[in-house]
């Protein structure tokens, strides 16, 4: 079982570019998240989607937009990057919704917008 | 506002010493704390705490609850150059949607 992925691994944007960040996992987990970690902050939840079919925003939505794709995939677009997105993206997943000891993470995306 | 609070913020110690890591909280309707541990790139689980008093044990760490005065610790014992990581508290509560708010971490730095 590869867990969760992510990819790309590290990505460099010019300001208003646009990209998407994909995440899979292989577990068979109902929920999914998508996390901005920043220094000093810790981990701050962008858009999560509690089970296949819906998705909702978290903490920190502004500038992002999620598609829930099937029961394995959960991807994250940024539609015009801005410097202030410049983060770690980390996808997780988890057997329900608020399962928080069922986390589990992926590797993370490093994403430096210019 | 719900907020998770740790310190110290940053933690420099010998191999071998024992170090306690603090996490306090303010949220409504408290469900669980969960201690990860965060080392080169993703967040993994340590423990979930629910219940005061109950200390959760594995191997040379713990960690305990105090549901009146709002706070959890994380003890390591005997420390090793491999403890050296990012700890993370977070708390899941009613009043969150069940989100999980997280603190900023303790970066702990283990020198041989």
């Known amino acids: 079982n590869a867990g969760v992925t992510q990819t790309p691994k590290f990505q460099v944007l010019k300001t208003g570019q646009s990209m998407t960040l994909q995440c899979a996992q292989d577990?068979?987990?109902?929920?999914m998240y998508w996390y901005r970690q920043d220094p000093g902050m810790g981990l701050r939840l962008i858009y999560y989607s509690a089970s296949e079919g819906t998705t909702d925003k978290g903490e920190v939505p502004n500038g992002y937009n999620v598609s829930r794709l099937n029961k394995r995939e959960f991807s994250l677009r940024l539609e015009s990057a801005a410097p202030s997105q410049t983060s770690v993206y980390f996808c997780?997943?988890?057997?329900?919704w608020g399962a928080g000891e069922t986390q589990y993470f992926g590797p993370g995306t490093r994403l430096l917008v210019l | 506002e719900d907020k998770v609070v740790q310190s110290p913020l940053s933690l420099v110690v010998h191999e071998g010493d024992t170090v306690t890591l603090n996490c306090s909280y303010e949220v409504t309707n408290f469900r669980s704390l969960l201690w990860y541990k965060q080392e080169k790139k993703a967040p993994t689980f340590l423990f979930m705490l629910t219940s005061s008093g109950i200390e959760k044990k594995s191997g040379r760490l713990s960690s305990i609850l105090d549901k009146k005065e709002l706070f959890s610790i994380l003890n390591i014992t005997a420390t090793q150059t491999g403890d050296s990581a990012i700890y993370l508290c977070a708390v899941e509560a009613q009043s969150s949607n069940y989100q999980l708010i997280w603190g900023a971490g303790t970066k702990l730095i283990i020198k041989p």
């Open positions: 577990m068979n987990h109902n929920s």
């Open positions: 997780a997943s988890s057997e329900w």
